[in-house]
């Protein structure tokens, strides 16, 4: 058959009953192909799926409402977390080296109460030297001057304070 | 349903628009899209058309029916999953083929069998069909299945009139030839 006529039958310009025997058999065949597609192309939704596919619209319905909850609650929260943490700060500054190791020699013992006095003295009139060194030094004055009482020394610890 | 109150209810939000958008549009548009993309895919891709409708409707005028509308969103989901598919799963669509190829039956080439069988069986009809590519299916489906008229495949598939002629009318020929190689017709 003619491609232009084919194309015109299928376009239903030429009607079904005007057309030739041959035409009518190759049309038929033809037809049954596309009742092939039909029956590939056939779909049934499921419910399944329509439940899904609504879920998603609620969804997505809500989610602005969500986004907005989201939002408040998270300012409401850092507003409490700026005024809680505003009234209730200690601000602690870092203290010098010495200070530091004799923190870490405990604080409970006399011995240390007295080498800590010692230190900060130290410390305050030692700040740019070497520092490591210096206190070496300083720590086995002190603890030389305490174990060998007799031994005169020429260290003062008029400067101890009982009620630091 | 009047259309007009759908798509108002559709822009409005309200669920039981979408309800009833999907019990009336949900199986023509999954048989468009199996058209398109075969057995895989179906109930993702109508699923995003139902998502995208939700976010786009508001820019739907109604220049177009909303069937038309609805499809060209179909189309265009199938478009980006075939994409998806391609790069992502090549393998997969080797694998495919050869599926196809072994559930493919040979023609009937014999004029003894044609006379038992008289009609070639359905399954290699369906398996003729399958062998068109997923455009030339989708064509024949709008157009002689779903009898749209050419401006609204024009409309659904973004394209001028003509060519959708002349892209239907290969089609045509391509389907015509197949059903020829088998002896089914001509």
């Known amino acids: ?164 | 349903m009047d259309e007009k109150k759908l798509i108002d209810g559709l822009k409005k939000k309200k669920v039981w628009a979408y309800e009833v958008l999907y019990d009336e549009y949900a199986p023509r548009l999954g048989s468009v899209v199996k058209s398109y993309l075969g057995y895989d895919d179906v109930e993702d891709v109508i699923q995003e058309v139902f998502i995208k409708v939700f976010k786009n409707v508001k820019k739907f005028r109604g220049d177009a029916k909303l069937s038309t509308w609805l499809y060209r969103i179909a189309v265009n989901v199938c478009k980006d999953t075939l994409v998806k598919r391609k790069r992502n799963n090549e393998f997969l669509t080797d694998f495919r083929e050869s599926e196809d190829k072994v559930t493919f039956e040979p023609p009937a080439t014999t004029n003894v069998f044609r006379e038992v069988m008289d009609e070639i069986s359905f399954e290699e009809l369906m398996s003729v069909v399958a062998k068109l590519a997923e455009d030339d299916r989708l064509l024949i489906k709008l157009r002689d299945i779903d009898d749209l008229s050419y401006e609204e495949i024009a409309d659904i598939l973004d394209k001028p009139v003509g060519t959708v002629k002349s892209r239907l009318h290969y089609a045509r020929k391509r389907l015509k030839e197949l059903l020829e190689e088998v002896g089914y017709i001509g």
């Open chain 1, 1 to 164: 058959m003619d491609e232009e006529r084919f194309v015109r039958i299928l376009d239903r310009e030429i009607p079904f009953d005007k057309l030739r025997v041959d035409e009518k058999k190759e049309l038929k065949g033809y037809v049954k192909a596309l009742g092939a597609l039909k029956e590939i192309c056939c779909y049934r939704p499921s419910d399944e799926l329509k439940k899904r596919t609504l879920s998603n619209v609620r969804k997505l319905k809500s989610r602005p409402y969500r986004i907005l909850g989201t939002v408040a609650a998270c300012l409401v929260l850092g507003i409490f977390s700026v005024s809680f943490f505003t009234g209730n700060t200690i601000l602690i500054k870092k203290k010098g080296e010495l200070y530091q190791l004799a923190n870490v020699l405990g604080s409970s013992s006399t011995l240390n109460e007295r080498l800590r006095v010692n230190l900060n003295a130290f410390a305050q009139d030692e700040v740019e030297g070497n520092d490591l060194v210096m206190m070496e030094k300083e720590m086995e004055r002190s603890l030389g001057f305490l174990s060998e009482s007799a031994v005169e020394s020429d260290f003062e610890i008029s400067g101890i304070s009982t009620t630091y």
